[in-house]
């Protein structure tokens, strides 16, 4: 994959088109191919479509998510509004109903309490505690999620 991606970058493309790119490769690798994109997007304005599966790597380089599950897309967000508005909060069904709906993108139960996927902690009710998320727990909820 290093050598395909050096092939393109040589080509001065204006879109890399990726399918896990990093995956297969150890971390030392990895963060030299993620070292090489960057650079490729800062010195020649070129774009990238990233498919992967290492949230970790998405999120050193992405600035806009799309996760999608069986065809569907569950999320099209830019990345930074994503990490600074949206956010996970732990309840229990009483609490649950507190929350305004429209804000609410996924949540799962864990017997008596729930996992939510909330987009804007700004409008959640006093009272209720949430977390900063990371774009792996956050796909993780999105992708297993019963809503």
């Not at 030392?28 to 970790?56: A, D, P, T």
């Not at 008596?112 to 209720?128: C, T």
């Amino acid at each position: 994959m290093k050598l395909t991606i050096a092939v393109a970058l040589s080509h001065n493309a204006e879109l890399l088109i990726l399918d896990e790119a990093t995956g297969g490769l150890d971390p030392s690798s990895r963060e030299g191919v993620l070292e090489e994109l960057k650079s490729f997007v800062s010195k020649s304005n070129g774009g990238i479509l990233l498919s992967s599966h290492i949230m970790s790597d998405v999120e050193k380089i992405a600035s806009h998510l799309i996760i999608v599950k069986d065809g569907e897309i569950l999320l099209n967000e830019e990345k930074d509004k994503v990490l600074k508005s949206y956010s996970i909060v732990d309840v229990d069904e009483e609490q649950l109903a507190l929350i305004n709906k429209d804000i609410v993108v996924a949540r799962r139960s864990h017997g008596s309490y729930f996992n939510v996927l909330v987009s804007d902690v700004h409008k959640l009710p006093s009272g209720i505690a949430h977390r900063t998320i990371s774009i792996e727990e956050m796909s993780v909820l999105l992708t297993r999620s019963e809503k």
